[in-house]
């Protein structure tokens, strides 16, 4: 009896001995090794910094798709927004060529990469709010900390990779369509997203339905892409998307930041198994 007692008592010490350790060496080593991640991954979004460093670089981008070459061009980055578009788009019906291209004066936020970063950002922050003069004193303040960070993490990646749902009443009043010289046309409408490590463009090509057609009339609901034959209806008019023309451009840094924030989340998760292991251990041996 007195040597299993013995044996526990000793088993306790040296659990909470590797459970100190764990507090409060490992922690910070993990911390400072997300900190340096997180930090790689901030400066993949190339975005101005101070006056003295001035704006952000321009990154041309060269449109494509394996589907179709009725539409072309390039577009501009310039940090979280499109400095420039120059587009080529050729018309079904007629084989006319329309060329399509922004305002000198505007520029367009790509509102998914500033929410990317700024998520990033928050994340970087809460870590660097725990320095390693910081003792944690419970694993409970650990798992918190790492599902705060994972939070901010899980929405920096879905910004990227879940581009906002639209109806093309939405897409049509967007100021997106007030970007372009000479005004688009009435029977195009354009919309530009995130996907993945993708910048996506996509322009509608719309014909007004009589009002005398026999078709069914059903406006259709959001979505990120919409396919030929989807109706909307806009000021007085019934209108049917006839075609769709999506063109994408890969963006090498929007991948890298994707890479930072996987290798991250799985670094949180690690973590927070190796504090759960010892919480689960207090939990069902206790002493």
């Excluded at 700024?118 to 918190?144: C, M, P, W």
């Excluded at 005398?212 to 007085?236: I, Q």
């Excluded at 090498?252 to 504090?275: E, G, H, M, R």
Aim: aromatic letters at 8%; one cysteine or more.
């Amino acid at each position: 009896m007195a040597t299993a007692m013995a044996a526990t008592a000793a088993e306790r010490a040296v659990l909470e001995e590797e459970f100190r350790w764990l507090l409060h060496a490992e922690v910070h080593a993990v911390l400072r090794q997300l900190q340096d991640i997180l930090k790689e991954a901030s400066l993949r979004f190339t975005l101005p910094g101070s006056a003295s460093e001035g704006p952000a670089k321009q990154e041309n981008f060269i449109l494509g798709s394996c589907g179709t070459d009725q539409v072309k061009g390039v577009l501009t980055l310039q940090g979280d927004a499109l400095s420039q578009a120059d587009v080529n788009l050729k018309m079904p019906r007629n084989n006319q060529l329309l060329h399509l291209a922004f305002r000198e004066d505007k520029q367009w936020k790509l509102q998914q990469i500033q929410d990317a970063r700024n998520h990033v950002s928050q994340a970087i922050y809460l870590l660097t709010h725990r320095d390693d003069s910081y003792q944690f004193k419970t694993g409970a303040e650990v798992l918190k900390l790492m599902d705060a960070v994972m939070l901010q993490l899980t929405r920096a990646r879905n910004r990227l990779t879940t581009p906002a749902t639209l109806t093309l009443p939405e897409i049509a009043a967007s100021g997106l369509t007030r970007m372009f010289a000479p005004t688009l046309p009435s029977d195009l409408l354009v919309n530009v997203y995130i996907n993945l490590n993708k910048l996506c463009l996509t322009v509608y090509q719309l014909h007004v339905l009589q009002p005398n057609s026999t078709k069914n009339f059903r406006p259709a609901g959001g979505a990120v892409l919409h396919s030929p034959g989807a109706m909307f209806e806009w000021g007085s008019q019934r209108l049917e998307v006839s075609h769709v023309h999506k063109v994408e451009c890969v963006i090498p840094w929007l991948n890298d930041a994707l890479v930072y924030f996987t290798v991250s989340l799985q670094l949180c998760q690690q973590l927070k198994d190796k504090i759960s292991v010892f919480s689960s251990y207090w939990s069902y041996r206790p002493f």
